[in-house]
T-cell receptor
């Protein structure tokens, strides 16, 4: 079975700093997708960024980027120039490349951006 | 695009009672998912539909749980004879099948408290 592990339950940084959230996963599949979702206090889960396993290039979305290490099964999220609005729970998630987007989530990292 | 809508936002019930939640997906989305999120954990997959067909159910979905999507639009999740362990946030999400680039869009969830 696939598992996703986030080893940092909580993190806290100052506004404008860069922060990296860690995620490791375990799978025997070769083709899959990885995601980072953000869940602010309002509760709605929002997709931050996604990575296709067959792509070597790391995905980027404005201030958000990932470091995808397929051999190490590692998928970290870097947030540059952090903003107060980045305060949220962040979940790393995995899904197969075929079929429905049945996501397997990690336990989450609570990120707090301090003014 | 009005987003995924879930009702009610909160539900408090006594152990042994039945409860029903409703999810209205994004109108053009033909896939609909139910997830359960307990406090401090990531969401766990329960079941998903493509149109009106329920294509997969998790082992987490005991016989007391039933989900329907009768006309391929809104969905209901019913829990019979609720137990305290059913207390959780129940999240609904939708996506567009046939386009693997279609990410999941989540609703705000229904928080269930069983007393």
């Amino acid at each position: 079975a696939q598992t996703v592990t986030q080893s940092q339950p909580e993190m806290s940084v100052q506004e404008a700093e860069t922060v990296t959230l860690s995620c490791t996963y375990d799978t025997s599949e070769n083709n899959y997708y990885l995601f980072w979702y953000k869940q602010p206090p309002s509760r709605q889960m929002i997709l931050v960024i996604r990575q296709e396993a067959y792509k070597q290039q790391n995905a980027t979305e404005n201030r958000f980027s990932v470091n995808f290490q397929k051999a190490a099964k590692s998928f970290s999220l870097k947030i540059s120039d952090s903003q107060l609005g980045d305060t949220a729970m962040y979940f790393c998630a995995f899904s197969y490349s075929q079929g429905a987007q049945k996501l397997v989530f990690g336990q989450g990292t609570r990120l707090t951006i301090n003014p | 695009d009005t987003g995924v809508s879930q009702n009610p936002r909160h539900k408090i019930t006594k152990r042994g009672q039945n409860v029903t939640f409703r999810c209205d997906p994004i109108s053009e989305h033909n896939r609909l998912y139910w997830y359960r999120q307990t406090l401090g954990q990531g969401p766990e997959f329960l079941t998903y539909f493509q149109n009106e067909a329920q294509l997969e159910k998790s082992r987490l979905l005991s016989d007391r749980f039933s989900a329907e999507r009768p006309k391929g639009s809104f969905s209901t999740l019913e829990i019979q004879r609720t137990e305290q362990g059913d207390s959780a946030m129940y999240l609904c999400a939708s996506s567009l099948a046939g386009s693997y680039n279609s990410p999941l869009h989540f609703g705000n969830g229904t928080r269930l408290t069983v007393t």
